[in-house]
């Protein structure tokens, strides 16, 4: 009964590497939602994605960071070039179908990412 | 913009005092309103929601009333135990939407 998978736990990317952070939603959702928490922070949107199509990208930054949640296999969120300010927990969650309310979201339990 | 606005922490209680904490909103419309619970080191879980106005969420004691007169979704629980310390996360989607806007998070310690 496996709810959000997310991998890696913990990440550390070096500046100028690229960080690649999966995620496989619960069995049954269809809608995949990233956000990024910094330190002593709230939640902050990032994409939401639904199989094959980016349905909102008005949190990711413009440039180096990318998704993507292909017809097999989990979500990515890929970030080119990491900076020191990318440092951050990085939380997938996941919904059923639908974009009613009444759902709450399944998160996983994050990847911290951490660039030295 | 919608936004989510709780009060700040940390919160320090003694094991079986009273907890409250704060929760208001700004969003058009009928949003939908979340308690989330975060322990250290793990992700966010629910804890309760409420779709409309005048509807109690309530889960592990935990309970909060949506209201609409006054743009609130309190968190209160009777008595708080050790094992309740964690961050708490209220939240809310918009009506029709799929976005869930969090507050910025309360920590709470609760000693024994």
């Not at chain 1, 094959?52 to 017809?71: T, V, Y």
């Not at chain 1, 097999?72 to 300010?85: A, D, F, K």
């Not at chain 2, 079986?16 to 975060?38: D, H, K, M, R």
Request: hydrophobic share 30%.
């Amino acid at each position: 009964n496996a709810g959000v998978m997310q991998n890696p736990r913990h990440l550390v990317r070096r500046r100028g590497q690229e960080a690649r952070l999966r995620c496989s939603p619960m069995k049954g959702h269809s809608h995949v939602y990233w956000y990024r928490q910094l330190p002593e922070e709230g939640l902050k949107f990032m994409v939401y994605l639904q199989k094959e199509n980016i349905i909102d990208e008005s949190g990711m930054p413009k440039e180096r960071f990318s998704a993507e949640f292909p017809k097999e296999g989990p979500s990515i969120l890929r970030i080119q070039q990491v900076v020191r300010g990318d440092s951050a927990a990085y939380f997938c969650a996941s919904s059923p179908s639908g974009d009613r309310g009444d759902y709450g979201y399944t998160f996983g339990s994050g990847t911290r990412l951490t660039v030295v | 913009g919608d936004s989510v606005t709780q009060m700040e922490g940390p919160v320090t209680l003694s094991e079986e005092a009273f907890l409250t904490i704060n929760c208001t909103y700004t969003a058009t419309g009928y949003p939908s309103l979340f308690w989330y619970v975060q322990y250290p080191g793990e992700g966010l879980q629910l804890l309760l929601k409420a779709t409309k106005a005048d509807d109690k969420g309530s889960n592990k004691g935990f309970e909060a009333t949506y209201r609409k007169e006054t743009t609130s979704f309190h968190l209160e629980k009777g008595s708080v135990q050790v094992s309740d310390s964690a961050v708490y996360f209220c939240a809310l989607m918009g009506p029709g939407g799929f976005k869930t806007i969090f507050g910025a998070g309360t920590r709470l310690f609760v000693k024994a």
